[in-house]
């Protein structure tokens, strides 16, 4: 069982070159997000989408942008990476609406980006 | 705004001994309540979570969190630590009607000592 599968686990970006990090779900689930995580800070939601087709900012926006390709697929993209990008990038995914005991969001390995 | 607090940083307990990690979140509605935990280098496992119902919480590797309204608190608790809990964990909540997006704590940090 696959669950969330993100692609790239490491990259290392110099100031100003673009990526797009790949996240995947094999669960039908209809609600994904992108998350960051910093040192003492937590995880912070930088996108997310309710469904396919649907985008919407969470608390870090600034910097990024976000594709809901499919039902499957939620890509984020860095335009123009900053070193204040530098850190580890999470994508998660949850069953929204369906029974209450599915309402869990599910976690992919992590993407470790350094931009130098 | 939801926001979540976990007071402890860093915790170091001796193997076999009790831990205990506290959360407190600030919303006025009960939200939905996690504990995640986050072993070096890896992703995040759903330890426990509460929706509703009993107020003590079991959940995976031996730890249970009781969630206590009048105090807006979600503690984790384990009464035996092993050397493999030493991890970092974190809180979170969410609400259904806010698309479930969860707002974490800052975490706490545990290292287990021989």
């Known amino acids: 069982n696959a669950g969330v599968t993100q692609t790239p686990k490491f990259q290392v970006l110099k100031t100003g070159q673009s990526m797009t990090l790949q996240c995947a779900q094999d669960?039908?689930?209809?609600?994904m997000y992108w998350y960051r995580q910093d040192p003492g800070m937590g995880l912070r939601l930088i996108y997310y989408?309710?469904?396919?087709?649907?985008?919407d900012k969470g608390e870090v926006p600034n910097g990024y942008n976000v594709s809901r390709l499919n039902k499957r697929e939620f890509s984020l993209r860095l335009e123009s990476a900053a070193p204040s990008q530098t850190s580890v990038y999470f994508c998660?995914?949850?069953?929204?609406?369906?029974?209450?005991?599915?309402?869990?969001?599910?976690f992919g390995a992590g993407t470790r980006l350094s931009v130098l | 705004a939801q926001s979540v607090t976990q007071p402890d940083i860093h915790i170091t307990v001796s193997e076999g001994a009790s831990l205990e990690l506290r959360c407190n979140y600030s919303?006025?509605?009960?939200?939905?309540l996690f504990w995640y935990v986050q072993s070096p280098g890896q992703g995040l496992q759903l330890l426990l979570k509460?929706?509703?119902?009993?107020?003590l919480v079991q959940g995976i590797k031996g730890f249970e969190a009781e969630f206590k309204r009048s105090q807006s608190s979600f503690n984790l608790r384990k009464p035996s630590v092993h050397w493999s809990d030493a991890a970092e964990y974190f809180c979170?909540?969410?609400?259904?009607?806010?698309?479930?997006?969860?707002?974490f704590g800052a975490g706490t940090t545990v290292t287990v000592r021989a």
């Open positions: 669960m039908n689930h209809n609600s």
């Open positions: 979170a909540v969410a609400r259904k009607s806010n698309d479930y997006k969860l707002s």
């Open positions: 509460y929706f509703s119902g009993d107020t």
């Open positions: 998660a995914s949850i069953e929204s609406g369906g029974p209450l005991a599915k309402n869990i969001q599910y």
């Open positions: 919303y006025g509605a009960t939200p939905y």
């Open positions: 989408s309710a469904s396919e087709g649907t985008t």
